[in-house]
T-cell receptor, first 112, second 114 residues
Framework: RKEVEQDPGPFNVPEGATVAFNCTYS??????FFWYRQDCRKEPKLLMS???SGNEDGRFTAQLNRASQYISLLIRDSKLSDSATYLC?????????????FGAGTQVVVTP | DGGITQSPKYLFRKEGQNVTLSCEQN?????MYWYRQDPGQGLRLIYY???????QKGDIAEGYSVSREKKESFPLTVTSAQKNPTAFYLC?????????????FGPGTRLLVL
């Protein structure tokens, strides 16, 4: 079983619509969670951290469910520029450092 | 501008050849990392370094080697022992430590085998 699993998609979303997708993680001791965005043939870039109480950054909302071991990302009022692959990232901390585990990504395609 | 640079952007390797990928950062970060990305897979950790003159193997270190002689630089050598080197290689850096929050990535190097 992979440590971080995501639906690869693609999620085809009309412009202006809402899209949401989840990511599950296997290590119950994981403490930090992130969403990164990766454009085609580019490097990943941090989109937002995910906090226990849930958090929002403009049109993006992230939620954490520790009991079921998943995090979610919701994008409201989708823009064409939101088309990208969204990587779920989990920090699996050891005694001395935090190792990041990356999901394979969920592809989102926003259409006019 | 502060950031991470990688070179070259594309690299072609012949059979039996060792090649070295460059990674430089001016963010004053202690920790640096090398990842490999293959289609349909998440990033996989090759090597990491938490401090100068020290580095550890990641999940897929076989066929790779690194050095960390300077804080700013963390070159990766893909040796001839790596039988399937075609991939997108990403270098990253962070402040390090147990709760390091964010890794910053370079633009990547695409390695292709001739």
């Amino acid at each position: 079983r992979k440590e971080v699993e995501q639906d690869p998609g693609p999620f085809n979303v009309p412009e202006g619509a809402t899209v949401a997708f989840n990511c599950t993680y296997s290590n119950s001791a994981s403490q930090s969670f992130f969403w990164y965005r990766q454009d085609c043939r580019k490097e990943p870039k941090l989109l937002m951290s995910v906090y226990s109480s849930g958090n929002e950054d403009g049109r993006f909302t992230a939620q954490l469910n520790r009991a079921s071991q998943y995090i979610s990302l919701l994008i409201r009022d989708s823009k064409l520029s939101d088309s990208a692959t969204y990587l779920c990232v989990v920090n699996t901390q050891t005694d001395s450092w935090g190792k990041l585990q990356f999901g394979a990504g969920t592809q989102v395609v926003v259409t006019p | 501008d502060g950031g991470i640079t990688q070179s070259p952007k594309y690299l072609f390797r012949k059979e039996g050849q060792n090649v070295t990928l460059s990674c430089e950062q001016n963010l004053n970060h202690d920790a640096m990392y090398w990842y490999r990305q293959d289609p349909g897979q998440g990033l996989r950790l090759i090597y990491y370094s938490q401090i100068v003159n020290d580095f550890q193997k990641g999940d897929i270190a076989e066929g790779y080697s690194v050095s960390r002689e300077k804080k700013e630089s963390f070159p990766l050598t893909v040796t001839s022992a790596q039988k399937n080197p075609t991939a997108f290689y990403l270098c990253a850096s962070s402040t390090g430590g147990k709760y390091q929050e964010t890794q910053y990535f370079g633009p990547g190097t695409r390695l292709l085998v001739l």
